[in-house]
């Protein structure tokens, strides 16, 4: 259905540009993002604890859950697609190997709520002052880390830092109305699931930016590149992936241009 310019908008707290600077934090967001962000996190428990208690997982697709078969698929899919075709050399048995480590990991966490799986800037709506939510066909049940990391880690939004963990702080809080959240089990995992959240989109840039040539694409890769070592930097990972967390060194390429390069 076609939405009318005039009176609904999307949330997005600034642009990728090719003016890209790794050394610099994100810009400020202006007052009015900042508090359509805060009732955007304020809402996005009710819909994964509240209505996600009623859903019929079985009319999920592809999957009922984010499963681990999910997981390998966006993990695969980041590195065919931006590993690959971005010519970045990877050891891939030893990568693999990290997969399983990570997936593992991943999957200790409790899925038993509704993740929207592409909840970013561009699918939140506002109208009227109201958020509305869209492109949830592929929802599923999954962990509460997972939509608030594409949110907050959304590179095309470039959030800055001091205002993803103001959200991160009011989404615990707002879902430990609905459920009993153990802050420090969820903050556990959340890395890892903003990192495997991280990853997909990068796949999703190589394919649309290396393969298909459309460069607008490219120009969001150094800014996700700039939010794994963050999260990796601030946060870490309780489990050892080396070959995986060697992809957030200073090493990789801030614009990588597309290469017939094959994995090692």
């Not at 991280?198 to 796949?203: L, R, V, W």
């Amino acid at each position: 259905m076609p939405i009318a310019r005039r009176t609904w908008n999307k949330i997005s707290a600034t642009r990728p540009s090719s003016n890209f600077s790794a050394s610099a934090a994100p810009p400020p967001a202006s007052p009015e993002v900042v508090a359509a962000y805060r009732d955007v996190v304020a809402w996005l428990p009710k819909i994964a604890i509240v209505a996600g208690a009623s859903i019929d997982e079985s009319w999920c697709y592809p999957r009922k859950s984010f499963d681990k078969q999910s997981m390998l698929w966006d993990l695969n899919y980041f590195k065919y697609y931006f590993l690959t075709l971005g010519g970045v050399p990877f050891h891939e048995e030893r990568l693999e190997e990290d997969f399983q480590v990570f997936s593992d990991y991943l999957l200790a966490a409790d899925r038993s709520y509704f993740l929207c799986r592409d909840f970013q800037s561009r699918n939140v709506m506002l109208h009227e002052g109201k958020p509305y939510f869209i492109d949830y066909q592929g929802g599923r049940r999954g962990a509460l880390q997972y939509d608030i990391a594409s949110l907050l880690y959304d590179a095309k939004a470039d959030v800055p830092f001091a205002l993803r963990d103001e959200l991160l702080e009011l989404y615990i809080a707002e879902a430990g109305k609905h459920a009993k959240i153990d802050r420090a089990e969820f903050k556990k995992y959340f890395p890892g699931f903003v990192l495997i959240r991280i990853m997909q989109a990068m796949g999703a840039y190589g394919l649309r930016g290396f393969h298909e040539k459309k460069p607008l694409f490219l120009q969001s890769i150094p800014y996700a590149i700039r939010n794994i070592e963050h999260v990796l930097n601030t946060h870490g990972l309780p489990v050892d992936v080396p070959e995986l967390k060697r992809y957030s060194s200073a090493s990789w390429p801030r614009r990588p241009c597309a290469s017939s390069a094959r994995p090692n």
